[in-house]
């Protein structure tokens, strides 16, 4: 998809200039800013194995304050100097609280990429394997360097909420396939979890210009310490990520894992998990590298496949370690951490923002569970949204029903609704605890549009025993049009940094085109969002229809896009954020009740008043009545040209109740 990846808009400067673009390709290419022959892909199987060090570039280059590698490496070295002479104090065994966010497009459970929880956590349990070095695992080693790195994960028990959870969070995000930009300006933002409490790792379909990439992490930041500056990199897309297929172990298959053939083993985020701890690659990432670890061999390069004992090469390396997790080679090969490497980790843990604080997060902690508690969720409709002048058609909404209690839940009550009109669905079924069960509420044609309310009341038959996570409120949309008065109304626009792809029109019931804006200019993909679009509509009574297209087909799709329509009154009419190629509303603007004007905040002058009060905002058929600081009506009559004659009257406060049709307002005014 194109909003995922920068090369979408340098693409065809790039091509001319250059051989590569933003984005992995065949032919050789630049992804995150490293650079790749054709020799290296071929080598790795047309598979490009991490993208962390790129992307790292790529955060340098975009936030200069953020520390280069080697000013990363001067502060961590003594640091490490440090670990090592304290190993008694930071040799403890550290737990790491873990959510995996499960990026979909809807599809059933255990259809790629929907990947089950028991795919999930066999990659959590092949993390334990290598970072603790379990015997009997192919995770340990008889290296005479070969570490127990004394890290171990956890999937998180407690969400941001203090709700109850698997760890597990599946997000339905509409779209099929990722690259790494859009990966990192939509779905990180949408998804993430308090990266001080969890490190937060992604399953992701990657495709496009990354449809051979299987995963990349973000390097630990080494700010906000003493002696450098405050910027702490980017919290919100903090964590690790690796593709469906190369998520989880073949090793621990009940049946349902969806895995590559040969990244099936988990090692893929054994290594990315490295880099979120501080690991470089073993080669340095350029030729005879140094990856600041004395105990690792010089290399050549990045190793594929699974070479044989004793690997030479011209650094003056006898043996090469290309079983080390930070290789490139296949995920059978890949045993070893060394004690160097557990050095670095150990200091990053102890010093590093949101990785220090990682140690002494409780979220992977058990909170006490109940024996009936439900959750819902909303799950994100993939469908165009649309309403209609003259529609009353049923309408579906799916949610997700979890079981967060300790018991098997057989039954619930689910109520939805938009105000008073509301709904009863009784759900029954069996979920053990942790599962979830997707759930088809129908909304009858008649519910307005509005803030609807979804709420679990019973569980097994009793009242639902957590108040906190059995009830959400969204923003439903009806199938008929949204009623409002004639007048003047506010409409507002937030594109994305794609404005070329967004047009969007209102009409009204015969077709033609009342209001219409774009296509717009692009702006840099990296850059903030361009500036608001404002217009003042006035619109007669009768029904139009706002329609909003991308040409893409990805809607307004970076991290704050949205569109609303407010009344004069600042209420608002209808809104939107994200859509697919089209996204429809209809709004119904009805006479006044007022008549042909409505009195809006009528105002009088001059007051005080000495022989005419001046009345605006009001027909030729209004009517007042004057009353006097006690409350005797002293004069009343029509309202001629705007005006009252009042000359008769004794100095003193009055209340001039002007009434037009139906709408009757008081004010007051001093004679003078």
Not at 200 to 223: C, E, H, I, R, T
Not at 405 to 417: D, K, L, R
Not at 475 to 493: H, I, P
Request: glycine share 8%; proline share 4%.
């Amino acid at each position: 998809m194109r909003n995922y990846t920068i090369s979408k808009v340098f693409f065809v400067l790039s091509a001319l200039l250059c051989s590569f673009y933003y984005g992995q390709k065949l032919e050789g290419g630049l992804l995150f800013g490293k650079a790749y022959t054709v020799d290296e892909i071929r080598d790795a199987n047309g598979i490009m194995r991490c993208a962390s060090t790129g992307y790292e570039k790529f955060l340098q280059d975009k936030y200069p304050s953020r520390m280069s590698n080697a000013q990363f490496e001067a502060w961590l070295k003594p640091l490490i100097e440090n670990s090592k002479q304290s190993k008694s104090q930071n040799g403890g065994i550290i737990t790491i609280p873990v959510v995996v966010h499960v990026i979909h497009s809807g599809q059933d459970y255990g259809v790629a990429p929907n990947i089950t929880d028991t795919q999930i956590q066999s990659q959590i349990t092949v993390m334990n394997n290598d970072y603790r070095k379990r015997v009997n695992t192919p995770g340990y080693n008889s290296n005479p360097v070969g570490a127990d790195i004394m890290i171990q994960f956890e999937l998180a028990k407690v969400d941001p909420n203090g709700n109850p959870t698997s760890g597990i969070d599946r997000t339905n995000l509409c779209y099929d396939i990722w690259t790494q930009a859009g990966v990192n300006s939509y779905v990180k933002p949408r998804t993430i979890w308090d990266p001080t409490k969890y490190m937060n790792m992604w399953s992701v379909k990657f495709g496009g210009a990354n449809w051979d990439l299987l995963g990349y992490a973000q390097f630990p930041s080494n700010s906000n310490l003493p002696g450098l500056n405050a910027n702490e990199g980017l919290a919100y897309t903090d964590g690790v990520v690796a593709n469906y297929s190369a998520f989880g172990s073949i090793d621990y298959n009940d049946g349902t894992f969806i895995l590559d053939a040969t990244y099936n083993s988990g090692r893929t985020m054994t290594h990315e998990v490295g880099h979120f701890l501080g690991l470089r690659h073993i080669w340095g990432d350029q030729s005879c590298g140094d990856d600041f670890c004395a105990d690792t061999p010089v290399h050549e390069t990045a190793n594929s496949g699974c070479p044989a004992h004793p690997k030479s090469n011209s650094c003056g390396t006898s043996d090469e370690m290309f079983e080390n997790y930070m290789d490139y080679t296949v995920d059978a090969c890949m045993n070893i951490f060394t004690s160097d490497q557990k050095d670095r980790i150990t200091a990053v843990m102890n010093n590093s923002p949101r990785r220090m604080e990682l140690k002494s997060s409780t979220t992977n902690m058990a909170i006490p569970l109940f024996a009936n508690d439900a959750e819902v969720k909303l799950e994100r409709s993939c469908s165009t949204e649309n309403s209609t002048c003259g529609g009353n058609a049923t309408k579906n909404i799916k949610i997700s029903l979890y079981n967060r209690g300790n018991t098997i839940m057989t039954s619930a009550v689910i109520t939805y609704g938009v105000g008073t009109n509301t709904q009863t669905y009784n759900w029954t079924g069996s979920l053990a605890p942790s599962r979830y069960a997707l759930v088809t509420l129908n909304v009858p044609g008649t519910m307005p549009t509005g803030n609807m309310t979804v709420s679990v009341n019973t569980v097994n038959g009793s009242a639902d025993q957590r108040a906190s996570n059995n009830s959400f409120t969204t923003y439903f949309v009806g199938s008929g049009a949204v009623n409002a008065e004639q007048g003047t109304f506010t409409f507002t626009l937030q594109r994305d940094n794609y404005g070329s792809e967004t047009s969007w029109n209102l009409s009204n019931s015969s077709g033609a085109v009342i209001y219409n804006g774009g296509p717009y200019s692009n702006s840099s993909p990296t850059g903030p969002l361009p500036s608001l679009i404002t217009q003042t509509w006035t619109l007669a009574p009768g029904c139009y229809t706002f329609t909003i297209n991308d040409s893409y087909g990805d809607g307004i799709y970076d991290t704050g896009g949205y569109y609303n329509l407010k009344d004069s009154q600042n209420n608002l009419v209808f809104q939107g954020t994200s859509f697919g190629t089209i996204q429809k509303r209809a709004v119904n603007i009805t006479v006044l009740s007022t008549g042909e004007t409505k009195i809006e905040k009528v105002e009088i002058y001059p007051n005080p008043a000495t022989d005419v009060l001046n009345i605006t905002k009001v027909s030729d058929n209004a009517k007042f009545d004057i009353y006097n600081a006690v409350g005797q009506l002293v004069k009343t009559g029509e309202i001629k040209g705007n005006k009252v004659v009042i000359s008769e009257l004794v100095k003193g406060a009055y209340i001039i109740t002007v009434k037009d049709k139906d709408i009757s307002e008081k004010l007051k005014f001093i004679k003078k």
